[in-house]
C-alpha cells in the first residue's frame, strides 16, 4: 500500500500545528488585495485542500478566525492568537481549505504554482511565464481573462 504524502506545518510560533494528506487540489499565487493586506505581503502562495485532508494537530484553543464575506461565500482566515502567524482560510461554502503554503515544512521546494490569481488588482509583476488571471479561472468561479506577461519581475509603476 502506498502511503499518502502528509504535509506538516503551522504558525511562527509553533503553538498551532497543522496536518496536510496528500496533493493539493490547486495550488497558485494570490495577488488580491485581501490577501495583501492581511499577509502583509505583496503576493501570498495558496494551495488549497478539500477540507477533511487539513488537520489541526495541536493549538486549536489558539486559532483565531477572522470571517470576510468574499465572492466564494464566508472566508475564515485563521491565524495563531500568539503570534498572529497566518497558517490557513477555511471556505466552508466549497468545502475547500486553502492552506498558506509557505507555513508548511519544506514548502519552498513543494510548492508548485500553476497560475497566478487576482493579477489584475495586483502590485507586483512577475515574469515568470504562468498563466495571469484578471481574478480566477472560469472552473473556479471567475472571468478566466488572461492579463499579458510582463517584460520583468518588480513592482507596479
Ligand atoms: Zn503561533
Ligand atoms: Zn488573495
Known amino acids: ?6 504535509f506538516k506545518g503551522g504558525c511562527f510560533c509553533g503553538a498551532v500545528e497543522v496536518e496536510v494528506q496528500g496533493q493539493p487540489a ?3 499565487i494570490c495577488h ?8 502583509s505581503a505583496p503576493v501570498n502562495a495558496w494551495a488549497i485542500w478539500p477540507e477533511a485532508m487539513v488537520k489541526v494537530t495541536a493549538g ?11 465572492s466564494d461565500g464566508p472566508s475564515g482566515r485563521s491565524s495563531c492568537k500568539r503570534c498572529g ?13 486553502v492552506v498558506y503554503a509557505m507555513t508548511l515544512e519544506g514548502s519552498g521546494l513543494v510548492f508548485e504554482p500553476t497560475f497566478h490569481c487576482f493579477y ?12 495571469k488571471f484578471e481574478n480566477l479561472p472560469a472552473p473556479l ?17
Open 120 to 131: 489584475g488588482e495586483g502590485v507586483m509583476h512577475m515574469a515568470d511565464g504562468l498563466p
Open 141 to 157: 468561479g471567475g472571468c478566466g481573462k488572461q492579463c499579458d506577461e510582463p517584460s520583468s519581475t518588480g513592482f507596479r509603476r
Open 1 to 6: 500500500m502506498s502511503k499518502t504524502q502528509v
Open 85 to 97: 502567524g497566518a497558517v490557513f482560510n477555511r471556505k466552508p461554502k466549497i468545502g475547500m481549505t
Open 60 to 70: 486549536q484553543d489558539q486559532l483565531l478566525e477572522f470571517n470576510k464575506q468574499g
Open 26 to 28: 490547486a495550488a497558485g
Open 32 to 39: 488580491c488585495e485581501s490577501c495583501r493586506k492581511w499577509h
